[in-house]
Nanobody
Framework: VQLQASGGGLVQPGGSLTLSCAASGFTLDYYAIGWFRQAPGKEREGVLCISSSDRSTYYADSVKGRFTISRDKAKNTVYLQMNSLRPEDTAVYYC????????????????WGQGTQVTVSS
């Protein structure tokens, strides 16, 4: 059972990136998938979640209108589309699972993948 986040990189302010969270060893169909981020010197914060029924829940108000989440069941992958990126979006981004709904408490997530670095800078 493994989750792998990928797709990070260096992007200029105002740019876009798409992060992927791929699962191996199990199907994501019955899980909610959350995206999180941790900037240097800061605590990990929730960003966005998609439930097993593909309903989105925003944890961070700062990404509303800029980030969206989606799922490709055939590829067993969840995506985080990030648009209009800002320097304050710079962080290591992680994905995690919890069955089957997006919880209010981030402590309920139980399977975490390794992160991918996103740097927004000119």
């Amino acid at each position: 059972v493994q989750l792998q986040a990928s797709g990070g990189g260096l992007v200029q302010p105002g740019g876009s990136l798409t992060l992927s969270c791929a699962a191996s060893g199990f199907t994501l169909d019955y899980y909610a998938i959350g995206w999180f981020r941790q900037a240097p010197g800061k605590e990990r914060e929730g960003v966005l979640c998609i439930s097993s029924s593909d309903r989105s829940t925003y944890y961070a108000d700062s990404v509303k209108g800029r980030f969206t989440i989606s799922r490709d069941k055939a590829k067993n992958t969840v995506y985080l589309q990030m648009n209009s990126l800002r320097p304050e979006d710079t962080a290591v981004y992680y994905c995690a699972t919890v069955p089957p709904e997006c919880p209010d408490s981030l402590d309920e997530y139980d399977s975490w993948g390794q992160g991918t670095q996103v740097t927004v800078s000119s």
